[in-house]
């Protein structure tokens, strides 16, 4: 019997989205009014505590709008620690976009901030996180979304 390698098992699937965990129609300021409403949606799920989201403005800060990884898309997210309590992801749709200062990809109106537990889950996630957004109709459709079902339907999560 030919058994798969666990390396060679197919990615593992996206945490659950609870209503919690999705803010639709959020007004920000600036990128780090719309990070830090991904990171306050992080923590009521019970993925991260309260310091997740300065982690993740920190990185942006640090590094850049690398964050921006696709037209009007920013995948937030911030290096496994202390303040990830289990994997986890947000999302937020902004009423008005926000630049980031990103070249090509500004202005942002989907937000998916993401919590991986350990580093090798975090690079899963990311990959996962992926897929889905080789439908280039993925963020136009969550920037429209009208409901956390109707998000978790794009994202092909349960709550």
């Known amino acids: 019997m030919n ?11 996206l945490p659950a989205l609870p209503d919690e965990a999705v ?5 920000a300021r600036d990128w780090q009014g719309a990070v830090e409403t991904a990171g306050r949606a992080l923590t009521a799920s019970g993925a991260t505590d309260a310091g997740y989201a300065v982690d993740m403005v920190r990185m942006i800060e640090d590094h850049g709008p690398y964050v921006v990884i696709a037209p ?14 289990r994997d986890g992801i947000a999302i937020v749709t ?11 990809n500004d202005p942002v109106r ?9 580093s090798a889950r975090h690079l899963q996630l990311v990959a996962e996180i992926a897929n889905i957004f080789n439908d280039s109709d993925a963020v136009e459709r969550l920037a ?11 994202l092909g999560v349960g709550a």
Request: glycine residues 10%.
């Open 3 to 13: 058994t798969p390698h666990p390396a060679q098992s197919a990615p593992a699937a």
């Open 23 to 27: 803010v639709l129609g959020a007004r």
């Open 72 to 85: 009007g898309l920013a995948l937030a997210h911030a290096r496994p620690g202390p303040a990830v309590r």
């Open 94 to 104: 902004l009423a008005d976009p926000v630049p980031f200062g990103h070249p090509y």
């Open 110 to 118: 989907v937000v998916l901030a993401l919590a991986g537990a350990s």
């Open 144 to 154: 429209a979304a009208a409901t956390a079902d109707e998000v978790r339907g794009i």
